[in-house]
């Protein structure tokens, strides 16, 4: 939900559609809800509910299709136009939404996109953002929010829907543990599991974490020999042991003890320069996009589907490891996550 | 020298020759733009953001061959340069597609008829600009018009003009159109380009590469391509893997792992058996046409960082690789995927080859640039 022109399906055609950003200026006004059952890894139905903003529209919402609109919502998502001209009638219009959330569909999660924030030049972003995120967390009294600047023209429109997608998936953190050990296996710096169609980050593997801290790993952990511990640019820092419950807040962040310590935005960068790359694919030559392969001075990576609904992209560091190798071992990985990816949803 | 600004990785000794571009055009044309999205890896959009230009501005690039091309700002004429046409091997003059023509195009013609007395050698290169703000049907058609109106005065002038040679390009910098352009532009101010040609043309040859680019990294521009005709699409497409290419690199660049992995490449062995997969029965029926080039030398202990990108409809599927050839050119090529899975180490033997061959060229070229005291 959001005001009108805020930019709710311009963001849902760019995740669910593979539509670049410039087409966007092409849309027209949602009359009313548009409703949209998008699969997501495969068996995972997401009923996407875009509701048109006009003030109308909006009324009707709160008041004679509350109870309709506001059941059996996992997640509500609302955008803000950061340059919106009515502030004070957005934040109206959300307080009321919260309340009939609340009644409605108490367990609800609740995202807030401060959206259009590249219309906000770049050194001023970051105040700008922590303003409204300060405004609008007194303005949800108390309600758990998770707050992002987004904009369609780059990766922290990824960034914001794959924490949202990562709260749908019931099982995240086992798929996150059994990608922890295919990076073992590959002596890999680092697996990603993608969605299929919306190259949103599911889940990654948990990075290195030299010095094991003694409270959080099995015995398992000491049999890494990863060659990271003794490297210096690694200084001892207090650890902070991931819990694997909070692991979706935690991993694309700053991973305080990664010695590699790879770029912050990786993951949602991937997922644009994926997206953008595959629908070139199909733009210009009408073809899918399949695979990549990466034999960098850095590093080599390979990036592969690795069940019918998921890609992974493997990143390794060490000289020795060859990009054969990483394709070998995804393939030798494939079955075991297609059993995962059944359990987790039926358990959902 | 306070307004010379260089790019590119910095081998180019400073006492070398540079193939001289002059860029110039009404004021907001897009000069400045096309230089910085081409050269310095700006975003389109970020053009939005960018002032007027008050004084000519020299910039180096290095490429194939060391450049220097010289931003004007508007009001600059053949007159005001500090030195004489003759020294420039191009001029883009660039003209707003929406502009109203009358000004820009009694500038341009201005250009173009004392660069005929002064300079009879240099190329001529009109970019009718900003055309993706315009439908197809109505670009075209400005296009046209734009065109016709410039030899329509230069031949008004004296009958001897309307033989110059000008070239009409549309471009854009938010699409491909200025990379096509300016790549084009590029290929004749470059003497080894038949060398460059014929090794593409073999390379191809050899790994049955139904098209395969020379590209220039960072700028995108393509130096060389084989005989087979450029196909904007495959064009287009290969400017986005190179694109796509670049951003990944620095994403997954760790702080502690050495850059140097001194990975050395596998020695480049014979074709491969092909996978027992249920598709090699394809592979079998390739073409003898395949065979290994022998290289002169045996290859260097360097490595030279790859890639490739399967694509897969449903009939066919086509690979793009991609190859360093030097610190600024890769090879890009376009493959049947069952060719690169079946003979992806022939693949990088035609590489090898290709990539001294390259080297070779580069080099001569920058040794009869450099200026000996
Ligand atoms: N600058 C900028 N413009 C955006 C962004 N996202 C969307 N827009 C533009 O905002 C306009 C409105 O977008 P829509 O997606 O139709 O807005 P909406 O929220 O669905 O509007 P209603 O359907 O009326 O509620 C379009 O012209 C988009 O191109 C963004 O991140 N940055
Ligand atoms: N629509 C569109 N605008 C462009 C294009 N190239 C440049 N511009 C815009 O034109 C304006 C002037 O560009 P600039 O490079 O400063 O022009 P200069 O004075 O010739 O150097 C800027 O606002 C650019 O964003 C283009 O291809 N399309
Ligand atoms: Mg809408």
Known sequence: MGASGSGKTSMRSLIFSNNPASLTARLGATI???QNHVRFLGDLILNLWDC???????????NSQRSTIFSHVAVLIYVFDIESRDTQKDLEYYKDCLEALKKYSAGARVFLLVHKMDLVRGREREGVLGKRRGELEVESGGMQVGVFG?????ESLYKAWSRIVHTLIPNASVLSKH??????????????????TTFLVIATSSPPTPPPPPTTTTTASSTITSPTTSLPTSPSKPNQPLSSTNIAETTSTDLVDDPHQLSPTRYERTSELIKSFKHSCSRFVREEFHSL????????AVLDELTKNTYVLIVAHQGFVETAALKLNIRLARKKFEELQGDSLISS | MASTSSNGNGSIP??????????????RSGKT??????????????TFWLETTTRVRKHHYDTVIPLEIWDCPWNAGPETLEISLVEFAAMIFVIDIQDLYQQPIAKLVEWIITACTESPDMSLEVFVHKSEALSEDYKIENFRHIQQRVLDELADISLEYEQVPVNFHLTSVYDHTIHEAFSRVLHKLISVLPSLEDLLNVFCAKSQAPKAFLFDIHSRLYVATDASPVDTATHNLCCDFLSMLNAFGPLYKSVSASPARCRKPLPPSLPTPPPSSPESGHSTSLPSTLSPITPKHSSKELFYPSASTSLS?????TTLTYHLVTPQLALVSILPTTVYESRRGLVEFNVVFFREGVQEICDVELDGRTLRH
């Open chain 1, 293 to 300: 392969e990466l034999e960098l001075g850095e590093f080599s």
């Open chain 1, 150 to 154: 987004t904009s369609i023209y780059d």
């Open chain 2, 313 to 317: 409809p449903s009939a066919q599927g």
């Open chain 1, 179 to 196: 990608l922890t050990k295919l990076a073992k296996c590959c002596s890999a710096t680092e697996v990603i599991l993608f969605e299929r």
């Open chain 1, 52 to 62: 048109g903003g006009q003030d109308a529209f909006m009324d009707s919402y709160l």
């Open chain 2, 33 to 46: 733009s096309i230089h910085e999205v081409l050269f310095n890896n700006m975003q389109p959009k970020d």
């Open chain 2, 14 to 27: 400073d006492n070398v020759i540079r193939t001289k571009i002059l860029l110039t055009g009404m004021r």
């Open chain 1, 32 to 34: 009313d809800v548009e």
